[in-house]
């Protein structure tokens, strides 16, 4: 257990609709990571959001935002979904001093129909 | 050219084998290379975690990097069928605090 928590664990919806992913991050971490996999494309960064802000922006359509709360958990939202946004999304955490690497979530797997 | 690639295998071995998994990378800025294990419908796990060139050990598994040839490696020794997952290279350019960019990662399977 990496300590980053995710829900859901699953979600099914259809095309067009609107789907809010939260994560939380490990005691004591910053950062919060989101990724998206897929079989064709691999696990690829979306973005970045360090102790409130937006700290990197990756691969992420225009669709989809994120924010970080004061509380440091992270929401990712994804609207006018698509059947090609059907992916695992994953949220990871990291610790603020930077020495350690990035501890990812168990991931929610999205299903749009 | 990816900027990461690594075979997809599958990789099928017997109980008790070395593996070894490699990734190349093209982008010479990468200095930190990380291993990570995923089992089916888990979030990835971390395994290693190398700065720079050379080799780092940690029971079974030893990473290798070797930044002139851009490339790095992860053997695993007396292979266990718990060990059957897809591995995950993982690179950045600065420690903590920036994206990873992962190759598309080898499913390894061990049979006992």
């Known amino acids: 257990d990496s300590g980053v928590t995710q829900t859901p664990k699953h979600l099914i919806t259809a095309t067009g609709q609107r789907v809010t992913l939260r994560c939380s991050p490990r005691?004591?971490?910053?950062?919060v990571y989101w990724y998206q996999q897929s079989l064709d494309q691999g696990l690829q960064f979306l973005i970045q959001?360090?102790?409130?802000?937006?700290?990197a922006k990756g691969n992420i359509l225009e669709r989809f935002s994120a924010q970080q709360f004061p509380d440091l958990h992270s929401e990712l939202n994804l609207s006018s979904l698509e059947l090609g946004d059907s992916a695992l999304y994953f949220c990871?955490?990291?610790?603020?001093?930077?020495?350690?690497?990035?501890?990812f979530g168990p991931g929610t797997r999205l299903l749009v129909l | 050219q990816k900027e990461v690639e690594q075979d997809p295998g599958p990789l099928s071995v017997p109980e008790g084998a070395i593996v070894s998994l490699n990734c190349t990378y093209s982008n010479s800025a990468f200095q930190y290379f990380m291993w990570y294990r995923q089992y089916s419908r888990k979030g990835p796990e971390l395994l290693m975690y190398?700065?720079?060139?050379g080799n780092k050990e940690d029971g079974r598994f030893t990473a290798q990097v070797d930044k002139s040839s851009k490339y790095i490696s992860l053997f695993i020794r007396d292979s266990q069928p718990s060990d059957s997952a897809t591995y995950l290279c993982?690179?950045?350019?600065?420690?903590?605090?920036?994206?990873?960019?992962f190759g598309k990662g080898t499913t390894l399977s061990v049979s006992s």
């Open positions: 990871a955490s990291s610790a603020p001093a930077g020495k350690e690497t990035q501890y």
């Open positions: 190398t700065y720079s060139s």
């Open positions: 959001y360090y102790n409130g802000e937006e700290r």
């Open positions: 993982a690179m950045s350019v600065n420690q903590a605090g920036t994206a990873l960019i």
């Open positions: 005691s004591g971490d910053l950062s």
